[in-house]
């Protein structure tokens, strides 16, 4: 195996890991709207994420930058031709860091409201736009001879790459209702659950479409494999979910995420941009690489820094595992 081969393996899992913490992000910032009754329930589900929040957004930053110094070429292609949905990505992804911090500053309703809004505006159009992304990346796009994307932004929102969208989208908001039950007590914590199911229930639909339309168009043994895993963790998380285990259930909405995500980078290999114009066009991890010994330092760096990260972020969720409830906040709040 190539070290190019390597690192395409590599930034999967830099994806995987962001869409499975941010994806609970994410759907917590959507249900701020659809779960909570009022301010303080709000405020529980906003401090449920309150102090890993950040640190999930490190797994985006490592892939990002991953995919600059592996594969200069994707990273370039991918984003001057995705570059108005990534911006917006980025905008809403700024405004709701703000957003957390400063809604809590005042005690106007107006104020508070505001920052509400964006918080949720902000987690749901990133959800659904990730999944437009990859569904382009992975369905193909307009790439000529001199690896350009020679398409326009409508031609990003093709059926396929919408489906993509409605499915991450879904399936992050049912993640987050998961990690809600997971870390809230009282009545919010049964609602959630109830949240939980219909989402769940919905997000398979939706999934079974999409991969099934991802494997017929692409797919080898190998993602038929990681789309069966996704779809029964997602039927044995719902099924937890009604059996009130919520950590089971956290772990396989988890395995349903991670297992989509493989299915597609197993269907992208050895492409990393496929072009719809020209297969021989398509950029591949061995003609959008970087140079042998540019990947032979990365993987010396990442081999020291990953494990430090994970270990840090592991540390901060563990002394963060306790529940929380309305009682838990201040009447000033």
């Given amino acids: 195996m190539e070290l190019h081969d390597i690192w395409f393996i590599l930034i999967a899992v830099l994806w995987t ?3 499975f913490l941010e994806g609970f992000d994410f759907g917590i910032g959507v249900l701020t709207k659809l779960l909570a009754r009022d301010r303080r329930e709000r405020r529980v589900l906003i401090n449920t994420i309150g102090p ?7 797994w985006l930053l490592s892939a990002g930058g991953a995919t600059f110094a592996a594969f200069p070429e994707w990273y370039a292609t991918l984003f001057s031709g995705f570059y108005l949905p990534l911006l917006l990505i980025l905008v809403c992804l700024i405004v ?6 400063y809604r809590v500053k ?8 505001n920052w509400e809004h964006a918080i949720f505006w902000c987690s749901l159009l990133p959800a659904f736009l990730w999944g437009v992304a990859f569904g382009n990346i992975v369905h193909g796009v307009q790439i000529d001879a001199h690896k350009e994307y020679v398409g326009g932004v409508l ?3 093709n059926p396929y790459a919408l489906l993509g969208g409605l499915v991450t989208l879904s399936l992050f908001t049912f993640h987050g209702a998961v990690f809600a039950s997971l870390k809230t007590l009282g009545d919010i914590r049964e609602r959630a659950r109830r949240t939980a199911t219909v989402l769940g229930l919905i997000t398979a639909v939706l999934a079974v479409g999409f991969l099934g339309w991802t494997q017929l168009d692409k797919g080898d043994t190998s993602s038929l494999v990681a789309m069966i895993v996704a779809v029964l963790a997602l039927v044995a998380g719902l099924v937890m979910n009604r059996l009130g285990r919520e950590g089971w259930s956290f772990a396989f909405s988890g395995v349903t995420i ?4 493989a299915m597609l980078f197993l269907t992208l290999f050895p492409n990393v941009m ?3 114009l020209n297969d021989s066009w398509s950029l591949t991890v061995s ?5 042998a010994y540019t990947l032979k330092i990365m993987t010396w760096c990442a081999g020291i820094a990953t494990p430090v990260v994970m270990l840090y972020q592991g540390w901060t969720y563990w002394v963060f595992r306790k529940r929380i409830g309305t009682q838990h906040i201040a009447d000033a709040h």
């Fill in 17 to 19: 890991g962001y869409f």
């Fill in 52 to 58: 890993v929040w950040d640190g999930n957004e490190v």
């Fill in 96 to 101: 709701r860091g703000v957003a957390f911090e």
């Fill in 106 to 113: 005042r005690d106007e309703e107006r104020w508070q409201r």
């Fill in 155 to 157: 031609d990003l929102l």
């Fill in 258 to 261: 991670v297992a989509a995500v």
């Fill in 274 to 276: 496929p072009s719809s």
């Fill in 287 to 291: 003609n959008a690489s970087s140079s």
